[in-house]
Each structure stands twice: as structure tokens, then as C-alpha cells.
């Protein structure tokens, strides 16, 4: 949609629904919105910001949760603490846009207008602005409503690490091109915030729970994998997840090295060396069980897992008849086997 040019009174616009205000003042005040229907069907808007004209005219669509109030490119530098306060607004907008403007803070409780019941803002931009932070709590009021946030284009370098969790319908938020180190927390919404942000920016979450980090690229914390472990119980940042020591093995959130035990093939203390088996033995199980031997007239490699592992030495063979059937026998007279496996004796 392509607005019309500026002219120096304000302008209300309907347009499919669209309530666009244009406004040349650089400091937005209080006013009145209004918002019914003629007799022939037809939206009626009246506007009438403070030290300006009052604007009426009709246009199509209707007043119940169907429009935008746009205040894009207006210049706005403050915005007064009541500026929405204003009868019939809070139901009959969706959507409000103050893109493009030069709003360098935002009164805390502003939004507080769009508290109740009959409130459905949907839809709030605040992008490429001049926003250093935002007020706690600034969003509560759209907790139960709010799909799309965008802050992007802002000097932004701080805001609350609580600012996002009151959003629980939250779908979308945009905050590329901030000046922020890192993201606060999102809600764990489900569907999951889709979070569209700049290369490298990470949410600066601390994980409360020992066994749990933030890997990189999310924005909850995670248990840690297996293989590495975390007693900390207050993690600063991302990859805090300390591995555990060479040839053992941990579950999901393990917490302390104890938890790291010497895997199949290895023997030796929890949370300490694990030294392999030694050729002719095996072990298939973590923890500290010693080293099985193989079966008579067999061997294994260094660091054998299975029993499958110890194959016959050679001059002896797989025994294929009788009761031992599997186990290894010598080569009978006349017959030989030079090398360690299964192969037959010939």
C-alpha cells in the first residue's frame, strides 16, 4: 500500500480495514478515537489528537477487531503515557504500527490501554526507531494476545531478561540489527517463537539446573549430552558442558564425573581412567565390571566389546558338531590353520 503525500493537518484514512493517521507533530499526545457504523453499514472513525483538527470520514469494512492503527513515518519523537487511551480503540484494533519513527523511549504502563477482555492486538512494531531499551513489564498487557513483535532496526542495547516470558501466544519476533550482546529468554510457546535475529546473536539465559547448558543456536536451556556432564547450578552462558574423561560414557544431564563411566571394552573407577582390556579378554557393559577372559583357544584385540570378539587361535578351529558346538578345537591330524579367526582348519 503506498501512502498518499503528507500535507501539513492530520489525515484518517480507512482503507480495507486499515485505519492509517498521518501526523506531522513530532510529540503525540492524548485524543479521542472513535469507531461505530452509519446507517448504511459503513466504519466511521473520528480522531482528534490533541492540538490538532478533528478528521471524520467513512470507508469500508468494519469496526470489530479488523484494523490497523498505523503511526508509520510520522516523525514521532515521544509519545504521551495516555496517547491510547482512547474510547473504542482497545476493540476495535488489531494491529499497531509506529514504524519508522524517532521514539527514543517509551513511557512505561503505555500499553496498559490494551488490557481486558474485549483487547486483541495481535500485531505490535516498534522497528527502526531509536528505542535504547524497553521498560519492564511493557508487554504484559498483550500477554494473551500478541502473535508478532517486531523490534528490529533499533539501537537496542538492553531490555529485561523477563521482558518476552508474559507473551504466551508469541508466534513470530524479529530483532535483527540490534545493538544488544544477547537475547533475553522467549517463552516456550508450541508452537516454538520463531526468533528471526542476526548471525550470532545468542540469548543470554542462565541454566539454573545442574546437568543443563545452552547450546548454541537455542534459546532454552538443554540437558547435556551424553558424554559430558555440569555440577554448576548457575551457567553464565552457552557449551558448559564438561566432557567426560577419555573411553566412558554419561546419560542425558548428568550432573557430576561419577556419572561418567568407563564404557564396553574399558575397565577402571567412575569418573576416572579407563584403561582398555588387554588382548584375550572383553567387557560388554559400561561401569566398572572387570574384564572378561575369552573362551579357551581364543583371543580378542585390545578393547574388545563382544564375546563375538575372541575368535579361535591358530591351529584351532570352530567346533561345528557335538555338544560344543561354537567353541574352538585343535586342527586334527593332517590338518592345520595359520591364522586367529573362524576359518576352518584345511
Known amino acids: ?9 492530520p489525515r484518517c484514512t480507512v482503507l480495507r480495514g486499515v485505519l492509517l493517521l498521518f501526523v506531522s507533530s513530532a ?3 492524548a485524543g479521542v478515537f472513535q469507531c461505530q457504523t452509519d446507517a448504511g453499514g459503513q466504519c466511521l472513525f473520528e480522531v482528534d489528537f490533541a492540538g490538532h483538527a478533528t478528521s471524520r470520514l467513512s470507508g469500508v469494512g468494519n469496526c470489530s477487531c479488523q484494523d490497523i492503527l498505523k503511526l508509520n513515518h510520522a516523525g514521532i519523537k515521544t509519545l504521551s503515557p495516555n496517547v491510547f487511551a482512547l474510547p473504542g480503540l482497545r476493540r476495535s484494533v488489531t494491529q499497531v504500527w509506529l514504524q519508522g519513527n524517532e521514539i527514543e523511549r517509551m513511557q512505561p504502563g503505555i500499553f496498559e490501554p490494551f488490557t481486558g477482555a474485549d483487547a486483541n492486538i495481535k500485531v505490535l512494531r516498534l522497528d527502526q526507531n531509536k528505542l535504547g ?9 498483550f500477554s494473551k494476545t500478541l502473535d508478532v513483535l517486531v523490534l528490529s532496526s533499533n539501537p537496542i542495547g538492553s531490555l529485561d531478561p523477563f521482558i518476552f516470558l508474559p507473551l504466551a501466544r508469541l508466534a513470530q519476533l524479529y530483532v535483527l540489527n540490534l545493538a544488544i550482546a544477547c537475547l533475553p529468554e522467549i517463552p516456550k510457546n508450541s508452537p516454538p517463537v520463531a526468533v528471526t535475529r542476526d548471525t550470532g ?3 543470554c539465559i542462565e541454566c539454573k539446573d545442574a546437568g543443563q547448558t545452552l547450546y548454541p543456536g537455542d534459546n532454552f536451556c538443554k540437558q547435556c549430552l551424553p558424554g559430558s556432564y555440569s555440577p554448576q547450578t548457575t ?3 552457552f557449551g558448559n558442558c564438561t566432557a567426560c574423561p577419555p573411553n566412558t560414557m554419561s546419560q542425558h544431564g548428568s550432573t557430576s564425573v561419577n556419572q561418567c563411566t568407563c564404557a564396553p571394552g574399558f575397565t577402571g573407577p567412575d569418573g576416572g581412567i579407563c584403561i582398555p582390556c588387554s588382548p584375550g579378554t572383553f567387557k560388554d557393559s559400561n561401569g566398572t565390571t572387570k574384564c572378561l577372559n575369552c573362551p579357551n583357544y581364543t583371543s580378542s584385540t585390545t578393547a574388545s566389546t563382544r564375546i563375538r570378539d575372541c575368535l579361535c587361535i591358530p591351529g584351532y578351529s570352530i567346533i561345528r558338531t557335538g555338544e560344543q558346538v561354537g567353541a574352538c578345537g585343535p586342527c586334527g591330524r593332517g590338518f592345520y590353520k595359520a591364522a586367529k579367526g573362524s576359518a576352518l582348519c584345511r
Open 27 to 29: 510529540a503525540l499526545g
Open 235 to 237: 551457567l553464565p552462558k
Open 1 to 9: 500500500m503506498v501512502a498518499p503525500a503528507m500535507r501539513t493537518g
Open 133 to 141: 531499551t524497553l521498560p519492564a513489564g511493557i508487554l504484559s498487557p
Open 201 to 203: 546473536t545468542e540469548f
